[in-house]
């Protein structure tokens, strides 16, 4: 079982940045496909950023050139770093891996507003 846990969220003007957060439980390796989702009301949750198994970041249209993944093995975390930001990044973001099944975490708040 794996526990992920997300923070940096919060209220950021537009063309501001943010960083996104995920505290493992334990070591996340590219293998485990971390990755960083959104959602807002009413539609389903869609694809941020992840890494593939052999390690590469991949990246939903919409937030490449501005956002990037990273992780660091040594503190057990998945980070999102949001540049640029846009009122339509507006969403609650979720963490995720797959060890065995998906694994998420319980989101942050996210909103782009003036």
């Known amino acids: 079982q794996v526990q992920l846990v997300e923070s940096g969220g919060g209220l950021v003007q537009p063309g501001g940045s943010l960083r996104l957060s995920c505290a493992a439980s334990r070591s996340i390796f590219s293998v485990d496909l971390p990755g960083w989702y959104r959602q807002t009301p009413g539609k389903e949750r869609e694809l941020v950023a992840s890494?593939?198994?052999?390690?590469?970041?991949n990246y939903a249209d919409s937030v490449k050139g501005r956002f990037t993944i990273s992780r660091d093995n040594a503190r057990n975390t998945v980070d999102l770093q949001m540049n640029n930001l846009k009122p339509e990044d507006t969403a609650v973001y979720y963490c995720t891996v797959v060890v065995g099944r998906r694994y998420w975490g319980q989101g942050t708040q996210v909103t782009v507003s003036s």
């Open positions: 890494f593939s198994g052999g390690g590469s970041a």
